[in-house]
T-cell receptor, first 111, second 114 residues
């Protein structure tokens, strides 16, 4: 069974630009969550989607948004990029409440 | 709201020695508990989880963790570490009734020395 895939793996953007990251969950998984990982703040929850509906949302500004498609694939978008948005963005998929499988992440660098 | 504290940011240990990585959590609701491992330049891999039942849970590679409700702890132990166990370990909790939102601790870097 294929794991969680994230594209692209690496991305370089400049301040003020916007970026879209993509996540394909494990087949059959309807929940997709996004996390931001930075050296300073650690791992922080962004949002979770289940059956195309946002089920949970973390404490991030409105510049961070996401969506989920009918095939469970998910995208997250960050508008008006800031230097502090440089991070590893991790996507995780799951079936129920009790286990999530993480992808390899997208490394975003904002210059 | 929940919070997770991993008491040690780094733990150096010699190969074949035992190790304990400490994790304490705070929550006003019932939680699920997890340990994840992250190798350099990779995502997170689930090591083990506590959902219910026996408070001692084990992984296939020799790690174990014990849920202690009175002390709100979920410490990770291994009786004999290998060089290949060198990685960052994250303790996490989720609300049993609120989807898949994980709250992570700050991580513990386990450094196994020959």
């Amino acid at each position: 069974k294929a794991g969680v895939t994230q594209t692209p793996r690496y991305l370089i953007k400049t301040r003020g630009q916007q970026v879209t990251l993509s996540c394909s969950p494990i087949s059959g998984h309807r929940s997709v969550s996004w996390y931001q990982q930075t050296p300073g703040q650690g791992l922080q929850f962004l949002f979770e989607y289940f059956s195309e509906t946002q089920r949970n949302k973390g404490n991030f500004p409105g510049r961070f948004s996401g969506r989920q498609f009918s095939n469970s694939r998910s995208e997250m978008n960050v508008s008006t990029l800031e230097l502090g948005d440089s991070a590893l963005y991790l996507c995780a998929s799951g079936r129920g409440y009790n286990e999530q499988f993480f992808g390899p992440g997208t490394r975003l660098t904002v210059l | 709201a929940q919070s997770v504290t991993q008491l040690d940011s780094q733990v150096p240990v010699f190969e074949e020695a035992p190790v304990e990585l400490r994790c304490n959590y705070s929550s006003s609701v019932s939680v699920y508990l997890f340990w994840y491992v992250q190798y350099p330049n990779q995502g997170l891999q689930l090591l083990l989880k506590y959902l219910s039942g026996s408070t001692l849970v084990e992984s296939i590679n020799g790690f174990e963790a014990e849920f202690n409700k009175s002390q709100t702890s979920f410490h990770l132990r291994k009786p004999s570490v290998h060089i290949s166990d060198t990685a960052e370990y994250f303790c996490a909790v989720s609300d049993r009734n609120a989807g898949n939102m994980l709250t992570f601790g700050g991580g513990t870097r386990l450094m196994v020395k020959p």
